[in-house]
């Protein structure tokens, strides 16, 4: 079998001017806790959560998006434009080269994809992280994307939802990367005030700058299965009390167990559950009672 394939195929199809056909590198996905092989198309078919496990994959930001709103149709919100690579930062590599880099990976201009759309009816401003961006950090251009989304929930009386993934602030960026941290602090305090329900779905990895501003801040924490949610990683806090921390630490069942989420979901139940949540914060009809 190796000898057709490796030899007699690729002849014939130089003979008849044929293309080799490339095999994705991603077609068989490992599950991470039983080591499950699954098909792509299956893995994304099933909202990229492993079927047998139920373990949460890491979702792309734009198809989290096009699964949360109602027939996959929103507003894509524009991404501000903001200083790029303002302190002309190095370290083995140049910042900017990094922006390009996962720029051309993502086919986005920087973590922050939003819109604006219907879920189950309800509309609302969903903000969400893309973690193969720079592991999702926080910077200028993705402070400045959660304010403007912020503003546009406020024009459109309407809920905000985010779905945090990041390893927290970007470091190349460094204090002007902190300040974003107050700025989208005072938009959820807007947001509140106008009487505006704010939702966080707290995705795996929450962890860091995020963590400590805008991701605890919501007037309801929801988290999916198994998430990493903190803001000191479990090594850093084991190497600095020196003691051992329990299993589990820092995850999404911990957490709730502990009084810091409200409650666990299954990313196949998200669209449901928040339009639940929302019809009763903004004192809506049920949308499944009006069907």
């Given at each position: 079998?190796?000898?057709?394939?490796?030899?007699?195929?690729?002849?014939?199809?130089?003979?008849?001017?044929?293309p080799e056909r490339e095999v994705p590198e991603n077609l068989w996905i490992k599950c991470p806790e039983t080591g499950e092989m699954v098909f792509h198309k299956?893995?994304?078919?099933?909202?990229?959560?492993?079927?047998?496990?139920?373990?949460?994959?890491?979702?792309?930001?734009?198809?989290?998006?096009?699964?949360?709103?109602?027939?996959?149709?929103?507003?894509?919100?524009?991404?501000?434009?903001?200083?790029?690579?303002?302190?002309?930062?190095?370290?083995?590599?140049?910042?900017?080269?990094?922006?390009?880099?996962?720029?051309?990976?993502?086919?986005?201009?920087?973590?922050?994809?939003?819109?604006?759309?219907?879920?189950?009816?309800?509309?609302?401003?969903?903000?969400?992280?893309?973690?193969?961006?720079?592991?999702?950090?926080?910077?200028?251009?993705?402070?400045?994307?959660?304010?403007?989304?912020?503003?546009?929930?406020?024009?459109?009386?309407?809920?905000?939802?985010?779905?945090?993934?990041?390893?927290?602030?970007?470091?190349?960026?460094?204090?002007?990367?902190?300040?974003?941290?107050?700025?989208?602090?005072?938009?959820?305090?807007?947001?509140?005030?106008?009487?505006?329900?704010?939702?966080?779905?707290?995705?795996?990895?929450?962890?860091?700058?995020?963590?400590?501003?805008?991701?605890?801040?919501?007037?309801?924490?929801?988290?999916?299965?198994?998430?990493?949610?903190?803001?000191?990683?479990?090594?850093?806090?084991?190497?600095?009390?020196?003691?051992?921390?329990?299993?589990?630490?820092?995850?999404?069942?911990?957490?709730?167990?502990?009084?810091?989420?409200?409650?666990?979901?299954?990313?196949?139940?998200?669209?449901?559950?928040?339009?639940?949540?929302?019809?009763?914060?903004?004192?809506?009809?049920?949308?499944?009672?009006?069907?």
């Amino acid at each position: 079998m190796n000898w057709i394939t490796n030899y007699v195929r690729p002849k014939i199809n130089s003979m008849l001017g044929r293309p080799e056909r490339e095999v994705p590198e991603n077609l068989w996905i490992k599950c991470p806790e039983t080591g499950e092989m699954v098909f792509h198309k299956d893995l994304e078919e099933n909202k990229w959560v492993i079927p047998a496990s139920g373990y949460h994959m890491k979702m792309p930001a734009k198809a989290r998006l096009l699964d949360l709103f109602d027939d996959g149709q929103y507003e894509a919100f524009v991404q501000p434009k903001v200083a790029t690579d303002p302190l002309k930062f190095r370290d083995s590599k140049k910042y900017i080269d990094r922006l390009k880099d996962s720029r051309t990976k993502t086919e986005q201009d920087d973590t922050i994809v939003a819109g604006l759309g219907r879920v189950k009816g309800v509309k609302l401003v969903a903000v969400v992280h893309e973690f193969t961006f720079m592991g999702g950090s926080l910077g200028m251009a993705a402070g400045e994307a959660i304010v403007k989304a912020f503003e546009r929930a406020l024009a459109e009386k309407c809920p905000l939802v985010l779905f945090p993934a990041s390893g927290g602030a970007r470091m190349q960026e460094g204090i002007l990367s902190l300040m974003q941290m107050p700025r989208t602090t005072v938009m959820v305090d807007m947001l509140k005030e106008a009487g505006l329900p704010y939702i966080v779905v707290l995705t795996n990895p929450t962890t860091g700058g995020v963590t400590a501003s805008y991701a605890m801040l919501g007037d309801l924490h929801i988290a999916e299965p198994g998430a990493e949610i903190c803001f000191a990683g479990k090594r850093v806090i084991e190497q600095t009390i020196r003691e051992k921390l329990p299993p589990g630490f820092q995850t999404s069942e911990y957490l709730l167990e502990h009084g810091m989420v409200d409650m666990v979901v299954d990313r196949r139940e998200i669209a449901d559950t928040l339009a639940r949540v929302l019809t009763i914060l903004m004192k809506q009809p049920d949308p499944a009672k009006a069907a």
